[in-house]
């Protein structure tokens, strides 16, 4: 059974109609463009925002539902002085003055309570907002629900500026703006640092402007539609604000990888001798169709993205679906029309005169395999296999050795954001307070009141106080129709660390059942700390299940082209090996704080919970890129001559130049966005820029054609049975006559 693709047809049909496909492109581009204004509009999900109805889930929607009235976010405005304390006139009218000004705004400000005002009412709960040296106090303020409201009051915050005194807020409002702002001016550093370096990659690459810009104009064409569908996508299903960066990432580095090959690919077959008409629909019959099939790979293994029921997983495995689709559907149809327009003027200003070549003369063949810097290298490490293969597994394995010590948590807050008043509000914060005092673990008692409610309120309330893990004692109130109880209390540790998580764990399985015992009312644990050891444990639980996804999916796939159950069984370990180590890299680098300084990256305490998937998933898609174009290569010399070593060093030769360019920009493209001041985008940036480095590197140039020059034949072993059922898919060739235009 042969499975026909099509790319040649259309190819053809793009070259020969060109002005019509550029026309189309141009209009999807310019209906995105026109939608950009509402692109905010579309991003107002919540970061890590569940789809599933964990305990913490439902006890949030409970206190929403039945407590929320008018009142929104929670912020915590800090008043610091060095000379004064609290006991001071001048501190007093300092905090006097801030209360004032930020209750007067009533539109954007529902309360807001201060030290001198609690210690009338409650002397006890009053110290609790002061620091210990008597020198910091801190004034809750709750925000109105009301659209504006935490801009009118961050406006009235700037303004509180006194003469020795230090006046800033922060909370979970003020931080996921203060996120968004920096992804966007992440964004704008790496299209400003980034793309310039890119084209100057590409001119390397090309030896020819024309074809580097015109790579770099179909990537930014292909992003700029995406951003479009995403818009669209948004109105209905809002999505997180990462998902720019994610769009522009991913479409920058796949954009102009598949650029690459398949104007690469155009320029080789015009050196075979090809017109410029026969040459586009040849490369539509072979590279566009690796293309075709490698996006189709990346886009499959990000949906294992997908299985995670939380808001940032689906988001950006949306983004990242969604350009590479653009981009493939770009490579396809624009390429092969600008190529027919453009001809050989791709090569200026290093224009080339393209020689016909004999009959049966190949630019890529057995007789000059071992020709220029390439052959010679194919040469050298084709000569010792084995020695090649273990020193690369060593080196691997080597640096994937600290990913055992990988350990996942939430990131988002304020001290994942770079240096400023936000950040400096935090270290405030918890330098004089409790860690815990930003977001207290709260306790929902969703039943209605009576005597032996409250007596198991009551013994909560001691057991909490008696394992010494709170700050204050535990407050409880009630909403109007006394049939909801919320007890909240902030924690001494940092509330998005292990230690936090393990008191939320002690909470449900051993202090509420106590205090509750022989009650049926539904009691539940929420807050920011138990959402974030929830959402912590969800990916946990379904990694092995994405990772079983990924991986059964690449088999499959490359058991279908390549006709072989050693080929992917031999790509599955090699991925694993490079995931492996950028696993391993990343822990040293941010967990240890190894070199943090020299690449300028914050050092955290753990990796951002969705940042080892997404890269699993997207390295895995990645590296099919290379593997495929390899490969392709390899099977086509093979399948022309059954000669496995010989077709392991053409592949090899015919690849290498191109997939050591398009390595070196993805580096590019991932480390400019490394380079920005969000820490989950550096350990991002930073994974996928190793990982691919490794990747083209000792994976594509050494171990893949080492490891096959030692199984030879066996590589493309396939059980009899499975010869039958099997489509037959042709990536590379065979090679055929070229459709011809129509008159």
């Known amino acids: 059974m042969k499975l026909p693709l099509g790319t040649g047809r259309l190819a053809d049909f ?26 905010s509009h579309a991003l107002t999900a919540t970061e890590m925002q569940f789809l599933s109805s964990p305990d913490s889930v439902k006890a949030q929607r409970l206190v929403d539902q039945k407590m929320s009235g008018t009142s929104g976010d929670m ?19 300092v905090v006097a003055n801030a209360t004032t000004a ?19 009412f409650d002397p006890t709960s009053a110290n609790a907002m002061v620091s210990a040296d008597r020198h910091t106090t801190l004034i809750p303020v709750t925000l109105a629900t009301a659209s504006g409201s935490l801009s009118t009051y961050m406006s009235t915050v700037d303004k509180l500026k006194s003469s020795g005194f230090t006046v800033a807020t922060v909370g979970g409002a003020s931080i996921g703006r203060d996120l968004a702002s920096t992804a966007t001016t992440d964004l704008r550093k790496a299209e400003m640092v980034g793309l310039p370096i890119t084209l100057a990659v590409l001119v390397l690459v090309f030896g020819a402007l024309v074809a580097a810009g015109v790579s770099l104009v179909l990537a930014l064409t292909a992003i700029g539609v995406s951003i479009g569908a995403i818009i669209a996508i948004g109105a209905i299903i809002p999505q997180s604000f990462f998902i720019v ?6 479409g920058l580095a796949v954009g102009i990888d598949y650029a690459l090959f398949i104007i690469e690919r155009y320029r080789e077959e015009r050196r075979q001798g090809l017109d410029k008409h026969e040459a586009i629909v040849m490369t539509g019959r072979t590279a566009s169709r690796a293309v075709l099939f490698s996006g189709g790979t990346v886009m499959l293994a990000l949906l294992g993205l997908f299985i995670v029921p939380i808001t940032t997983f689906r988001s950006l495995g949306l983004g990242a679906v969604v350009v590479v689709g653009v981009a493939v559907m770009a490579m396809l149809t624009l390429v092969p ?15 080339r005169r393209h020689r016909k070549i004999k009959d049966g003369e190949r630019l890529h063949s057995g007789a000059n395999m071992y020709r220029g810097f390439w052959g010679r290298f194919t040469k050298g490490i084709m000569k010792r296999p084995i020695v090649g293969v273990v020193i690369t597994v060593v080196i691997l394995l080597a640096a994937t050795a600290p990913a055992f010590s990988l350990k996942t948590g939430a990131a988002g807050g304020a001290d994942s954001l770079p240096d400023g008043p936000r950040k400096a509000a935090y270290e405030l914060l918890v330098n004089n307070f409790p860690a815990g005092m930003l977001a207290p673990v709260q306790i929902v008692v969703n039943g209605k009141e009576t005597a032996a409610l409250d007596a198991g309120i009551a013994k909560l309330q001691a057991e909490m106080a008696a394992t010494g893990d709170f700050a204050t004692a535990a407050t409880v109130s009630w909403d109007q129709a006394k049939d909801l109880a919320l007890i909240e209390a902030p924690l001494k540790v940092d509330p998005n660390s292990p230690a936090g998580y393990s008191v939320v764990s002690t909470l449900r399985t051993s202090i509420i059942p106590h205090s509750f015992t022989g009650s049926t009312v ?15 444990h969800l990916v946990s639980r379904l ?29 599955i370990i090699m991925n694993l090996l490079s995931v492996g180590a950028a696993y391993g890299l990343l822990v040293l680098v941010f967990q240890k704080g190894i070199g943090h300084r020299l690449f300028g990256f914050q050092q955290t305490p753990t990796i951002q919970s969705w940042v080892p998937i997404f890269l699993f998933c997207i390295l895995f898609g990645l590296s099919m890129d290379y593997h495929v174009f390899l490969l392709s290569r390899i099977r086509e010399h093979y399948d022309q001559t059954d000669k496995s070593r010989e077709a392991v060093a053409v592949g090899l030769k015919a690849t290498s130049r191109i997939i050591t360019g398009a390595a070196a920009i993805m580096v590019v493209v991932f480390a400019t966005f490394a380079a920005g001041n969000l820490v989950m985008l550096q350990q991002l940036g930073f994974g996928l820029a190793v990982a691919v480095f490794l990747d083209a590197t000792l994976i594509r140039s050494v171990l893949v054609p080492t490891s ?36």
Request: net charge positive; glycine share 4%.
């Open 708 to 743: 096959m020059a030692l199984l030879g034949k066996i590589s493309w072993y396939l059980p009899r049975a499975l010869h039958r059922v099997l489509p037959r898919i042709h990536l590379e060739g065979p090679r055929g006559k070229p459709v011809r235009p129509q008159a």
């Open 543 to 571: 990694t092995p299940i994405v990772l079983a996804f990924v991986l059964g999916l690449t088999f499959i796939l490359l058991m279908v082209v390549f006709r072989s159950i050693v080929v992917p069984i031999n790509a």
């Open 337 to 351: 029309a600008l190529i027919s327009l453009l001809g050989d003027r791709l090569d200026w200003p290093v224009l």
């Open 522 to 536: 539904p009691v539940y644990v929420t807050g920011q700390t138990a959402l974030n050891a929830d959402s912590t």
């Open 245 to 250: 960066n994610i769009v522009m990432m991913i």
């Open 102 to 120: 930020v209750t007067a705004q009533s539109s954007a400000v529902t309360s807001a309570f201060n030290y001198y005002q609690a210690s009338v």
């Open 14 to 39: 793009s070259a020969r109609r060109p002005w019509w496909v550029i026309g189309i492109w141009v209009a999807f581009l310019v209906a995105s463009i026109l939608a950009f204004p509402g692109l």
């Open 75 to 93: 912020e915590t405005l800090l008043v610091h002085s060095d000379k004064y304390s609290v006991d001071d006139p001048a501190f007093r009218q």
